[in-house]
């Protein structure tokens, strides 16, 4: 079988548009063969004309209460009881993740901050690990050159244990920056980031290897949710007991206001990845925009839960695909029969996916480390976000 027959079986929706109800199942048993037949090719691009670009909502905001008053706390409280900050960031949007607030917030202090990059599991590839350190390299080099006060990078996994959750060199380096005068003197780590990055999660992965010895079992003390401004209040939990060390566990604070093309584009990686509530963000058009990315990006693992497997850059026909999928697991035939797709339901379904990394591992903020690309961590804040008044 020819790779052309192939991609002709992928994307000619007309051919398979037309068949009806009846043969269905026989349908999709033969789209199924064809594409593992194809697979067992050497895969290459489809003759699919994907679009170049993506027109993103002008404006997006999400900035409740309760981070406008962590700002407020941050600023008059907890930076000055604090001698180390841990700014968390999604591994997947390095650069879109960074708070530029923030940032200017952090400028004004002289203490060692630490940019620590987690859910890195859901970004690199372990398959390839000369490409994974390099990617990585790059990274670090990057958000060392242009963030304030920036000691070092770590790249972690949260949810793992062992070596490869990589935080044992995160603790050996909040170890050495805290003060040493005074044995019993408490010390106090400020852990900061946007919604959903893993802070709680870091915290009590910290806590388990600190106190393993101590307290023999492992003990959630931050509480951790899967949606985003989970943790609403300033929070305290002890992750040594001699020395004394307290971390400070913050709400997510988000950019007020995201303006412009550029900016745009970053608040919809975010809403991708969780970290911006979908009453903001409609499910639709961030799926659509993942869509638009992993056809970019030539990934294409989206077919595996859509019915027919077909390569497509319309997502309401992606959609309608992930409603039939859905519906052909269902055991109640009344569902499976239903004539009129659920396409919300399937676009929540869709993102759920990405997230928990069952498309695979994915960085989305790939082209900043192209050349032609200006990293939102070098651009004015003027520029790009506007602050209320």
Known sequence: MTQSRAWAGLSGSARWCSSTNDDEESMEHDMEHEIDEYDQDNRGQPSYIFRT?????????????????????????????SHVIV????????????????????????????IVLNKCDLAFNTENPKETKRLKRQISDMIRSSNTNCTNVFFTQATSDGSESGLDPLIKEIAQALPTKFKMTPRVVLVVGIPNCGKSSIINAIRKISFKDVLGKSTKV??????????????????????????FDSPG?????????RASESAL???????????????????DYMLYLMNKMGRFEYTNIT?????????NE???????????????????????????????????????????????????LSSDTKPLSNVKKSSLFQDDE
């Open 53 to 81: 670009h993506f027109n993103c909502p002008q404006t997006m905001s999400w900035f409740p209460g309760h981070m406008k008053k962590a700002i407020r706390e941050l600023e008059d409280r907890r930076l000055k009881q």
């Open 222 to 247: 931050a509480g951790v949710g899967a949606t985003p401004a989970f943790t609403r209040e300033f929070a305290v939990f002890p992750i040594s007991q001699i020395p004394p060390i307290y971390v």
């Open 307 to 315: 019915r027919p497997h077909r390569v497509s850059d319309d997502i």
């Open 318 to 368: 992606v959609l309608v695909g992930v409603d039939r999928f859905l519906k052909g697991r269902q055991r109640k035939p009344k569902y499976r029969d239903a004539s009129e797709p659920n396409v919300h339901n399937s676009a929540r379904f869709l993102l759920r996916k990405f997230r928990n990394g069952d498309l695979g591992p994915m960085l989305l903020d790939e082209d900043f």
């Open 269 to 287: 990686r975010l809403a991708l990845c969780g970290a911006i509530r979908e009453e903001v963000a409609d499910p639709e058009v961030v799926s």
């Open 87 to 114: 700014e968390l960031r999604d591994a997947r949007i390095p650069f879109s993740s960074a708070n530029k607030d923030l940032d200017f917030i952090l400028k004004g202090t002289n203490k060692p901050r630490m």
């Open 253 to 261: 604070i988000m950019i007020p206001r995201f303006v412009g093309d």
